[in-house]
């Protein structure tokens, strides 16, 4: 038979108790959410009769996901990130703020205070020569007119050939595949780099064993991440997933958007890669971003999750 206590008013108190209700202490914002987290884990327990060998078993996993630091990983797999971003659709789409290019989940993996340049930059470090497929990425920033925007900072970053981000990955230089770019008097940002690969969460992490139980893969495919901001505009989150890849509608962080697919063209001709100052093949992808004006100046920011800074 099943007991269900949690509505009782004993054991709200008690959660009222627990989440410092009976003190003037702290944060009342805080001491809301927790007494709403202790009632719904109460009732998840009691209406799904969760054990108390399950109960311990996902506190374990808990311990061990904060010890992999895969907890921003595992967000985006079980789709929540994503799920903030259509909940700011919707409320962008209420307030009638639409329009631009579309917005998009950001991922666990930037750093901030990556090198700046003026209009044109080179992100990758030559290590990969040889390996990697040289990328001529290029594009224009304008506003909801149509105008190009100058002096618009785009801040990208993404992966090697093996799917690995710099600072993140410690065999990489500081840096590497990460810039910032102002774009020039026409709106222009121009970047070279290399093609980027897609990546799976480790096959032994505590989000892939999650996955797992899901019958779910943890792949990504091919993406470049991107901020874009310009003053008296929105800023924009988002990222381009490759197309022709595998697993350009599969992606196991839903990062796909109608809107948001990069067009890759590989080139084999000698006579133009001549003319890029490269030898042998190599691919161009051009993308432009429309920005929203900004409704209040905080929108010109980007939110306040807690990021990576590289150390000097």
């Excluded at 925007?149 to 799917?163: E, Y």
């Excluded at 709106?187 to 480790?202: D, F, Q």
């Excluded at 599969?250 to 490269?278: K, N, P, S, W």
């Amino acid at each position: 038979m099943t007991v269900k206590i949690s509505h009782t008013n004993d054991v709200q108190q008690f959660f009222k108790e627990a989440s410092g209700f009976n003190n003037d202490a702290g944060s009342s914002r805080l001491k809301t959410v927790i007494n709403r987290v202790l009632a719904d884990t109460a009732r998840i327990i009691e209406d799904l009769e969760i054990t108390q060998d399950e109960f311990w078993k996902a506190v374990d996993y808990i311990n061990r996901l904060g010890g992999r630091h895969e907890a921003g990983l595992l967000v985006a797999g079980l789709g929540l990130e994503h799920y903030l971003d259509l909940l700011q659709d919707a409320k962008d789409e209420q307030e009638g703020l639409v329009g631009g290019t579309p917005r998009t989940i950001e991922g666990p993996l930037y750093v901030a205070g990556a090198p700046i340049a003026e209009g044109e930059v080179r992100m990758d470090d030559d290590s990969e020569e040889g390996v990697a497929t040289t990328m001529f990425l290029q594009g224009r920033v304008t506003g909801p007119d149509g105008k190009p925007l100058a002096g618009a900072t785009v801040d990208l970053w993404h992966a090697n050939t093996k799917g690995n981000y710099s600072y993140f990955d410690k065999s990489q230089s500081e840096y590497n595949l990460r810039r910032r770019i102002v774009t020039d008097e026409n709106g222009y940002y121009r970047a070279r780099s290399i093609v980027p690969s897609g990546y799976g969460c480790s096959p032994d992490g505590p989000t892939q064993e999650v996955l797992d139980m899901l019958g779910r893969h943890g792949q990504r495919p091919a993406h470049i991440h991107f901020f874009i901001s310009a003053p008296g505009h929105r800023h924009l989150t988002t990222q381009i997933n490759l197309a022709g890849d595998k697993y350009l509608w599969d992606d196991f962080a839903y990062a796909t958007r109608d809107g948001l697919v990069g067009d890759i063209r590989f080139i084999d001709d000698a006579e133009a890669a001549r003319a890029r100052g490269v030898q042998g093949r190599f691919a161009e992808v051009d993308f432009d971003f429309q920005l929203q004006k900004a409704p209040a100046p905080q929108a010109e920011q980007r939110s306040k999750r807690p990021r990576a800074l590289q150390q000097a």
